[in-house]
């Protein structure tokens, strides 16, 4: 069997058919360049190949051994005069099943360590070899210990879930952090006298904010998935705690949905519950007087990266002079800014009622 020169050193990559490709290149004059005195030149392929720390062995046609590195001799744990000429066969059925890669030239094998103390996993890379005349000559395997590779998996596995367990704690403090100032709120609220209902109503809304911000990171904590946050699940619990704030449902109020569980990130979430908060909130308080019963309306659509939240009730309709940017109300000068927050555009509709319609997010791309 001859071997022809080539110059390529083989790098690990995801490609099974250019690190063959490669490993075919390097070994094919190694033999031969040995022979040669090659051995005295760092550079030559054949210092290359003794070097590697991976495990390379060429076999011939009928899938005998004609040559291995100090790696493989390792792994195998005897002399290359026990090994050489032998049929890969006979070293053990774990290495016969490398005489049958996967088509594309690449498998993964379990061969038992020297040691006799375990198993280790490879990913083989299979290269043909050819003569001079074309004729097929054997194969060249290289042997890739994948138990690195799975360490570093476990040691990242680890470290994710740790962060992860660090984000959890993160939400779940911030969460009872905002659940203190709300109660002394409230305890605030309850000190002042009954006839001071502007400061209890400010004491009140600061309340409301403040708890659509902590769900946020309650339901984070909740979240079996910390990347993703469900907006629906978010809103219906603002919502209820909003019914039962300013009970509606003994004053005669639905309140219906049609809210998209989409995914708008952690900022675009919290951002849009204040928004939710503080127009229904508002609806509450003004839009329904004197017992008069009605319906609010929450909907969110999301198209091609693009959102439409929409707050409506169908009770007393915003007076149009209102302008949300010069509005004596914090409640909606706060809408304003959160929309401009958003980089969203804001329209008002008072047609058998109020509709808040805010547009939001860039589109996807095409």
Not at 47 to 74: S, Y
Not at 111 to 133: C, K, N, Y
Not at 142 to 157: I, K, M, S, T, V
Not at 198 to 209: G, P
């Amino acid at each position: 069997m001859s071997w022809h020169s080539g110059l390529l050193i083989p790098l690990i990559v995801a490609n099974a058919l250019a690190a063959a490709a490669g490993l075919a290149l390097l070994v094919r004059d190694w033999r031969a360049r040995r022979r040669q005195g090659a051995a005295a030149d760092p550079l030559s392929r054949a210092r290359v190949v003794e070097a590697l720390a991976n495990p390379v062995l060429v076999v011939d046609e009928e899938w005998r051994v004609a040559d291995l590195n100090p790696a493989a001799r390792q792994l195998l744990g005897r002399p290359a005069r026990h090994v050489l000429g032998q049929a890969l066969a006979s070293l053990g059925p774990a290495w016969a099943a490398l005489a049958t890669p996967d088509e594309d030239g690449m498998c993964t094998r379990t061969v038992p360590a020297a040691t006799g103390e375990g198993e280790q996993v490879f990913d083989v890379f299979r290269a043909a070899l050819a003569r001079p005349d074309g004729t097929p000559a054997g194969w060249a395997l290289l042997l890739c210990d994948r138990g690195a590779q799975r360490q570093e998996q476990q040691r990242l596995e680890a470290a994710l879930q740790q962060r992860e367990l660090l984000v959890r704690e993160v939400h779940h403090r911030v969460k009872n952090d905002l659940q203190v100032v709300s109660s002394l709120l409230s305890l605030a609220g309850s000190a002042l006298p009954e006839g001071d209902s502007a400061a209890i109503t400010v004491l009140r809304e600061s309340r409301d904010r403040i708890r659509s911000m902590a769900l946020v990171h309650e339901q984070l904590y909740r979240a079996p998935n910390l990347s993703k946050l469900s907006f629906a699940a978010y809103a219906d619990e603002l919502l209820r705690h909003l019914q039962q704030t300013y009970n509606a449902e003994a004053r005669a109020i639905r309140v219906h949905t049609e809210i998209e569980d989409a995914d708008l990130g952690l900022d675009a979430t919290m951002t849009c519950g204040l928004i939710i908060n503080e127009l229904v909130s508002n609806a509450f308080r003004h839009a329904f007087p004197e017992g008069r019963s009605g319906e609010v309306r929450v909907s969110l659509r999301s198209a091609d990266g693009r959102h439409t939240l929409e707050v409506a009730n169908d009770g007393v309709a915003l007076p149009p002079d209102d302008e949300l940017a010069q509005a004596d109300t914090l409640g909606l000068q706060l809408v304003a800014s959160l929309v401009h927050q958003l980089g969203g555009r804001l329209e008002v509709l008072r047609e058998g009622g109020t509709l808040f319609r805010i547009a939001f997010g860039a589109p996807a791309p095409r």
